[in-house]
């Protein structure tokens, strides 16, 4: 396992659609232990496989174990991720990314989604995910169609850098 470099937004990888994934290989296996690594020293809680240099449909989601989060404290590796089902209700939160330091935003999502892929033995998984984890599914898949969270907001002033966190505006 070894930490990668994290892609910065200006690279034009991050704008392009990753390709699936075809055959789980031993070099799949090492670039997924590599992201996990990567997310972890980044103190990140998702990452797609195209921010460390790789045009490929791989996401790890890790959002520290809270008991009022459901779904945290475990890491969720997807294979080929797709958004199957995602709630008609949306819910703005602040979102950062690794590719783009220093700058949040208020992003609109669905507040709950399933995804369907694989898993790195290769065996099809179903995910639910609500709330934070759901948010991070979604941001990480968007990395996998080359969008970027702040493709997502429409209001110019719900997005910062740096600074602390507004109060949201209905």
């Not at 994290?6 to 990888?13: K, L």
């Not at 997924?32 to 449909?57: N, S």
């Not at 991720?81 to 949040?104: D, F, K, N, R, T």
Request: charged fraction near 25%; charge should be negative.
């Amino acid at each position: 396992m070894a930490v990668r470099p994290i892609v910065m937004a200006d690279q034009p990888i991050l704008r392009r659609k990753a390709e699936p994934v075809t055959r789980i290989t031993p070099a799949l296996r090492r670039l997924i232990a590599d992201m996990v690594e990567t997310m972890r020293a980044a103190e990140g809680i998702g990452l797609a496989a195209p921010q460390v240099g790789e045009p490929l449909r791989v996401i790890v989601v890790e959002v520290p174990e809270d008991e009022e989060v459901p779904g945290s404290g475990v890491l969720y590796t997807v294979i080929n991720p797709e958004i199957v089902e995602a709630s008609p209700e949306i819910a703005e939160g602040v979102e950062g990314c690794l590719s783009i330091p220093g700058w949040y935003g208020w992003v609109p999502r669905a507040r709950w989604v399933i995804v369907r892929g694989l898993n790195p033995e290769g065996r099809r998984v179903r995910i639910r995910a609500e709330g934070l984890v759901a948010r991070v599914f979604q941001h990480e898949i968007d990395h996998l169609d080359g969008i970027l969270f702040p493709d997502r907001i429409q209001d110019p002033t719900k997005i910062w850098r740096a600074q602390p966190v507004p109060e949201p505006v209905s």
